[in-house]
């Protein structure tokens, strides 16, 4: 305990010097996340006040969900606003959203702090469903019009950085003057442009390199991650049917969303939900878990009751016990290395619609050619364990079929969800372990009577 208090100190120290030494402009506000995040409850909410209050809103988006609440809590409304002011509009939309969520009223308040711009950002954003591009994409874009020289285009850029209303801008999106994107020119592209010359006399000589990769507003937001990825992009212009240029997706962006993906990923082979998980009332996260946890018992039972269909058999071999388990063990396994490959290439793409068939094709012989080689060790063992040859026979065979079956419903399962376009991680470990243990029971037990009695 007095190590653990000790760290804590540490931490806290470290964070108060850390806040003392450094001027505002180095501060970077994952830093001092990370710092808080050591703290207790006591020292937190003492160190919180020394967060500079311009990056007051940064912080509390770096910290843990349930870290937000202390936060805002921590600080006046106009004091939050005005930090909110400071972020970016698609950072600016996902804090307002989650103060939404501790506090309408005082997320209100907050929101008439705003000016009209900010206002009209967050409430264009906030438009869009969660899963669209629009609601991922920031309104602030650096963009000039066909007829400006590249002289002026970069004395302009210049001072928007100086006066810093851009933030990692690589990329100049060329539009005309309603809007309408026609150009992407990667500012290492620009430097090599004749100056004196306009962007159009510019890109005549090769039109076709500088056309951008797209995304549309209601794009579903996983292709737009698809595409970053296929393309290596480090932003993306966002526009509507019309072809009007309306914000950008920015790569760190795409990073968040796809350690997101991830996450749920886990949570749902699992069988728990990540929203419930993330929440601090342990009532839902207990509720959510449950669900999952009374469809497992309802398959315990299934497998329980092939069980006892051949309980005379049980008790003339009392070695099958001994051996059942491992039979099970080794299904469930290998159907989870199947279940995670197949799932995990779903969600980066790697299946086409056409791809079931070879993807299934690879999971069963992997499987198979698996199962042969432990059916013959685990043979073995058990025919020198128990002093029986045909036990091992029995084990061997039953390993080759549980395996064969966990390899294929393995690969089957997300893919059927898939198609019944059902997040293929969802329920897929608790049917998986159903088939593995009723099969693996069924042909164990089913050839132990067969063969040895």
Do not use: C
């Amino acid at each position: 305990m007095s190590q653990h208090i000790f760290l804590k100190e540490r931490a806290m120290d470290k964070l108060t010097q850390y806040l003392n030494e450094n001027p505002h402009n180095e501060l970077h506000p994952s830093e001092i996340a990370n710092l808080l995040k050591d703290l207790n409850e006591k020292s937190f909410n003492e160190a919180v006040q020394s967060i500079p209050k311009e990056l007051i809103a940064d912080v509390a988006l770096e910290l843990p969900d349930r870290y937000f609440e202390d936060v805002v809590e921590s600080f006046t409304t106009k004091e939050i606003a005005d930090s909110v002011a400071e972020l970016e509009s698609d950072d600016q939309t996902d804090f307002m959203q989650e103060l939404e969520e501790v506090d309408q009223g005082r997320a209100k308040a907050v929101f008439n702090q705003l000016d009209e711009d900010d206002q009209a950002d967050i409430l264009k954003l906030k438009q869009y469903d969660e899963d669209e591009a629009g609601a991922y994409m920031q309104v602030e874009v650096y963009t000039a019009n066909l007829h400006h020289t590249v002289h002026d285009v970069i004395r302009e850029f210049a001072q928007l950085r100086r006066n810093d209303e851009l933030e990692n801008v690589n990329y100049l999106f060329v539009t005309d003057e309603e809007k309408n994107l026609h150009y992407g020119i990667g500012l290492d592209h620009l430097l090599v442009f004749n100056f004196d010359k306009t962007l159009e006399e510019n890109l005549e000589e090769n039109p076709e390199k500088y056309k951008p990769i797209v995304g549309y507003d209601h794009d579903d937001i996983s292709d737009i991650v698809q595409k970053f990825q296929e393309y290596d992009l480090a932003s993306m212009p966002i526009i509507d049917e019309n072809g009007r240029l309306l914000g950008r997706i920015t790569s760190d962006d795409i990073y968040d969303i796809i350690n997101e993906q991830a996450t749920d990923q886990m949570y749902h082979l699992a069988g728990v939900n990540d929203d419930a998980e993330e929440d601090e009332d342990i009532f839902k996260a207990g509720k959510a878990r449950a669900v999952w946890l009374g469809v497992n018992l309802i398959t315990a039972i299934i497998a329980s009751l092939v069980i006892g269909l051949f309980e005379e058999t049980l008790q003339t071999v009392v070695a099958l016990a001994i051996l059942m388990p491992i039979v099970a063990s080794m299904g469930g396994n290998a159907g989870t290395q199947s279940l995670t490959v197949v799932v995990r290439q779903l969600a980066l793409g790697d299946i086409a619609k056409h791809d079931a068939f070879r993807t299934i094709k690879k999971e069963v012989i992997l499987s198979l050619a698996n199962g042969f080689i432990f059916a013959i060790i685990m043979g073995i063992i058990a025919s020198l364990w128990f002093d029986k040859g045909m036990l091992g026979i029995v084990i061997a065979l039953s390993m080759i079929i549980n395996l064969l079956s966990a390899g294929l419903f393995g690969a089957m399962v997300p893919l059927v969800l898939k198609k019944m376009e059902v997040d293929p991680a969802i329920g897929s470990t608790v049917v998986l372990t159903t088939v593995t243990d009723v099969v693996g029971f069924f042909s164990f037990l089913g050839l132990a009577t067969l063969i040895l009695l």
